[in-house]
């Protein structure tokens, strides 16, 4: 593990959901709000894989084209590779995306401008993305 990604994960096990200081300030109304606002949706991994990745990677049922030698998601998904998963969790460390993938949190990898439009994202979305990829390595991985 680099130094990053055992960055990346503690800042990931520490991270702050909006709900939880609510939930110290008022306990009994923050039972219904953590759910509401913590919890990964397959809809918002969607979401962010169209309007995010979708510019360069072709998405299941929503672009047939991608950008140059750029992998699908399905292809991705169907790897045979055993680290497929934990790179999509780490994909912003992973060429070429550190150069324009912000986390909010995670300090710059590379202290150069980057080349196209900047992704900014949060730990929270990478949780929904996740929850899309794994549905769709249900749908497509045999
Ligand atoms: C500007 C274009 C671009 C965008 C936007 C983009 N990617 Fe990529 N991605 C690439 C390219 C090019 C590769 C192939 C890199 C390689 O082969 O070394 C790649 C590879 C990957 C890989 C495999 C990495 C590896 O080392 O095997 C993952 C996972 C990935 N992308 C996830 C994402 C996700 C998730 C998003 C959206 C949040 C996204 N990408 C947005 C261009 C992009």
Not at 15 to 34: Q, V
Not at 49 to 70: D, E, F, K, L, Y
Not at 90 to 98: G, S
Request: charge should be positive; glycine fraction near 4%; hydrophobic fraction near 45%.
């Amino acid at each position: 593990m680099t130094i990053t990604q055992a960055f990346t994960r503690i800042n990931v096990m520490t991270r702050n959901c909006a709900s939880a200081a609510f939930a110290l300030a008022i306990p009994l109304l923050a039972l219904d709000s953590k759910a509401a606002r913590c919890e990964p949706t397959l809809d918002e991994g969607r979401d962010i894989a169209a309007r995010h990745c979708a510019r360069c990677h072709v998405i299941p049922s929503h672009n047939n084209m991608g950008i140059g030698s750029t992998p699908s998601f399905k292809l991705m998904v169907r790897s045979k590779s055993g680290d497929w998963r934990s790179k999509f969790e780490a994909f912003y460390t992973l060429p070429p995306h550190l150069n324009f993938v912000r986390i909010k949190g995670v300090p710059k990898h590379i202290d150069l401008p980057a080349v196209v439009a900047e992704i900014h994202m949060t730990f929270e979305e990478i949780d929904s993305l996740m929850v899309y990829v794994d549905d769709l390595a249900r749908q497509f991985r045999k």
